[in-house]
């Protein structure tokens, strides 16, 4: 099926180590983003991307680097992980002005 | 800037009941607005959007108008079902077609 897809779905870190989160989507879509969901929070964006080739800073950059590898590859990178950064990351991808698809998310767990 | 308000939850009603789910906006021109849904474990997915004032979105029962002269998309059922438990999510796009602006979310539970 077309749409969003996450990897991995689930992880748990260490304080201090790092990782990436890859997201691909096969709509061809322009923009791209990723979020944070924390309980009672919403959603908080970190980085999108309006198209390859171009990064911007959301909400909450602070820890967290991307990287638009291609039109349908959008990674986010933690280089030192901290128990604040456990949450529940969705990547999302969307046409100009149009609703977003969201990927079915990826559970990090940071002890 | 935008700006979206949800009604808070968590929203508790028993199975058949009728649901509103307040959805107010503050935005210049004329954005797009959208409700998206949050089954458990799972990421949001679009369930209805409108694109212009007097606009009705609809799909699975729910239904919304956009409605410009109270800046408001509230998110209504007329009976809702134990599977409609979810949180659901208002949005915009503003009329630049810049990023999304998605409200906190609403927490519905149904019981049987």
């Known amino acids: 099926n077309a749409g969003v897809t996450q990897t991995p779905k689930f992880q748990v870190l260490k304080t201090g180590q790092s990782m990436t989160l890859q997201c691909a989507q096969d709509m061809n879509h322009n923009s791209m983003y990723w979020y944070r969901q924390d309980p009672g929070m919403g959603l908080r964006l970190i980085y999108y991307s309006a198209s390859e080739g171009t990064t911007d800073k959301g909400e909450v950059p602070n820890g967290y680097n991307v990287s638009r590898l291609n039109k349908r590859e959008f990674s986010l990178r933690l280089e030192s992980a901290a128990p604040s950064q456990t949450s529940v990351y969705f990547c999302?991808?969307?046409?100009?002005?149009?609703?977003?698809?969201f990927g079915s998310g990826t559970r990090l767990t940071v002890v | 800037g935008n700006s979206v308000t949800q009604m808070e939850g968590p929203v508790t009603l028993s199975e058949e009941a009728f649901l509103t789910i307040n959805c107010t906006y503050t935005?210049?021109?004329?954005?797009?607005l959208f409700w998206y849904v949050q089954y458990p474990g799972e990421g949001l997915q679009l369930l209805l959007k409108?694109?212009?004032?007097?606009d009705k979105g609809s799909n699975k029962g729910f239904e919304a108008t956009y409605r410009k002269e109270t800046t408001s998309f509230h998110l209504e059922k007329g009976s809702v079902q134990v599977s409609d438990s979810a949180v659901y999510f208002c949005?915009?796009?503003?009329?630049?077609?810049?990023?999304?602006?998605f409200g906190d979310g609403t927490t519905l539970t149904v019981k049987p």
């Open positions: 935005a210049t021109g004329y954005p797009s």
């Open positions: 949005a915009l796009i503003g009329a630049n077609a810049g990023k999304s602006t």
């Open positions: 409108a694109t212009k004032a007097d």
């Open positions: 999302a991808s969307s046409e100009h002005g149009r609703s977003y698809t």
